[in-house]
């Protein structure tokens, strides 16, 4: 019997994303460009060391030739860099427990683009789920008194890269690999241009500090791959339920290891999105569950 490591591989990846703002205030003396800049360039230089230790490289470099398959990756290119800014500078200016917010709701937006993208229809249970969902954002917005955007940018445009890469003709490495080399050029300049001002924290950065800014490549890369890997080895409604693992470890991170304020009326405005993704959850399970018995019955 084989082992599947399909379940580790999941709980892996979404531990490194859930404790990836332990990661990123370890950095917070460098500017959230900066980071971002550094997370850009050395997230090239490992995917690109993957692609050729795996001998993809020759494959994905002849694709590149193919300008129908680059074009989507521009803009895809740009959503991922929106999506990375914001949280680093999130998680470095003491908003972990909003950030985790935004990955909370972006399986309810991704069900919303469904609609408004892909013209998919959702059956009631599902719309009263992106409802309280919904509720929960205006509820933050008008009485906890801040529209809470970080969450919202958050979750839109991972929703939109995850639209856009859903219908992408390249795997996830190659696909993480293409977006960083589009934006490597202007990520480059742009740590120049710092350094040259002596504005560059990696310049008077320690050694740990250097390594630690380095390795932002290996922390992007890596988990993606595990995850790359778990889709393949374990249901898909499995890993759906592993994915609120990383948002969960990063409010708790947000909360008790960062003493974030959390006070009550964002705990209504959090437990309403919570109830959303509970009704989803739920729904879509019995519905597997009564689909399995009439495929059994029909046998």
């Known amino acids: 019997m084989k082992t599947n490591y399909g379940y580790p591989a999941a709980i892996a990846a979404f531990a490194i994303w859930g404790t990836l703002p332990v990661y990123l205030k370890l950095i917070s003396s460098a500017t959230p460009l900066e980071i971002l800049c550094h997370r850009i360039v050395w997230s090239t230089v490992a995917t690109i060391i993957l692609l ?20 989507p990756f521009f803009l895809s290119a740009a959503l991922i860099s929106l999506n990375w800014l914001t949280y ?9 427990v909003e950030a985790s917010l935004g990955y909370y709701i972006n399986p309810l937006i991704n069900v919303l683009l469904g609609v408004l993208v892909l013209r998919e229809r959702l059956r009631i249970l599902q719309w009263a789920a992106v409802f309280l969902a919904f509720s929960g954002v205006c509820y933050l917005t008008f009485f906890y008194g801040r529209f809470p955007w970080i969450a919202v940018v958050l979750g839109v445009s991972f929703s939109l890269y995850g639209l856009l890469r859903k219908t992408s003709a390249l795997p996830s490495l190659e696909g993480l690999c293409l977006e960083t080399i589009i934006l490597f050029l202007p990520a480059f300049l742009t740590l120049a241009v710092m350094a040259g001002k002596g504005n560059a924290d990696f310049m008077r950065q320690n050694s740990t500090g250097i390594l630690l800014l380095l390795g932002t ?11 790359g890997y778990a889709a393949q080895k374990i ?61 059994l019955k029909s046998v």
Do not use: M
Not at 217 to 227: M, Q, R
Not at 236 to 257: D, E, M, V
């Open 52 to 71: 050729t230790c795996w001998g993809k490289s020759p494959d994905f470099f002849a694709s590149l030739k193919n300008k129908k398959l680059i074009r």
């Open 217 to 227: 490549g290996i922390i992007t890369s890596v988990p993606l791959l595990l995850f």
């Open 235 to 295: 249901p898909l409604s499995t890993l759906g339920i592993f994915q609120y693992f990383a948002p969960t470890l990063q409010l708790c991170i947000g909360i008790f290891l960062y003493s974030e304020p959390f006070p009550t009326q964002q705990k209504i405005g959090f437990i309403l999105v919570w109830c959303g993704l509970a009704l989803y959850g739920s729904e879509s399970v019995l519905r597997q569950i009564r689909k399995d018995k009439l495929v």
């Open 88 to 96: 680093i500078w999130a998680v470095n200016n003491g908003h972990v």
